[in-house]
């Protein structure tokens, strides 16, 4: 899987958006965008994924640049239980090689 | 609905003592399955992962060893545990798209 860079933390006020960066310069055509997050003392969860076109569900929105070289986790109004570990990871559109790395991520922290 | 299983949820071992940890999932067929171990404060290692039955990569060179008897069995084992191994242990699979972890064992070895 293609390396991501993601700064180490963040800061938010609650009930503000957030948008949480990820550079991808080395991404093919192949890899899809996967969005995780890790709360204190529990295992990651899935946020939210994409390929070329943004993308919404329910707990967030991804943008995805043009070139694909970069991507942005959107939290619309960040609530205290949003702080938490996020991890941008690419995968393979096949799925088919086992392996499936994790970088540092951004801790971000949420204000009252 | 698929689930996943992972037991137990904290554990404390003397050095040298065995290992085993499981993980099982349900609801699924011949999904890709991955253990990790994590640190205090730190990220996400991966350790093992697996496509099939038998089929078993390490990533990194350590003291534990990882098995698949069955389609949705992923054990984690090891002979002598070290001190260093103490940490967050978590199981999880995933098939094309997104992974689905368990919650996790916290490891003390003493």
């Known amino acids: 899987d293609a390396k991501t860079t993601q700064p180490n933390s963040m800061e938010s006020n609650e009930e503000e958006p957030v948008h949480l960066p990820c550079n991808h310069s080395?991404?093919?055509?192949?890899?899809?965008i996967h969005w995780y997050r890790q709360l204190p003392s529990q295992g990651p969860e899935y946020v939210i994924h994409?390929?070329?076109s943004n993308v919404n569900n329910r707990m967030a929105s991804l943008a995805i640049a043009e070139d694909r070289k970069s991507s942005t986790l959107i939290l619309h109004r960040a609530t205290l239980r949003d702080a938490a570990v996020y991890y941008c990871?690419?995968?393979?559109?096949?799925?088919?090689?086992?392996?499936?790395?994790f970088g540092k991520g951004t801790k971000l922290s949420v204000k009252p | 609905s698929q689930t996943i299983h992972q037991w137990p949820a904290t554990l404390v071992q003397p050095v040298g003592s065995p290992l085993s940890l499981e993980c099982t999932v349900e609801?699924?067929?011949?999904?890709?399955l991955y253990w990790y171990r994590q640190a205090a404060g730190r990220g996400l290692q991966l350790l093992f992962y697996s496509v099939g039955i038998g089929q078993i990569s390490s990533e990194v060179p350590q003291n534990l060893s990882a098995s698949r008897p069955q389609d949705r069995q992923f054990i984690l084992s090891s002979k002598k545990l070290l001190l260093s191994d103490s940490g967050f242990y978590l199981c999880a699979w995933s098939i094309q798209t997104e992974a689905f972890f368990g919650q996790g064992t916290r490891l003390t070895v003493v």
């Open positions: 609801g699924t067929s011949n999904p890709n």
């Open positions: 080395t991404i093919s055509g192949t890899d899809y």
């Open positions: 994409g390929l070329t």
């Open positions: 990871i690419l995968r393979d559109i096949g799925g088919s090689q086992g392996n499936l790395i």
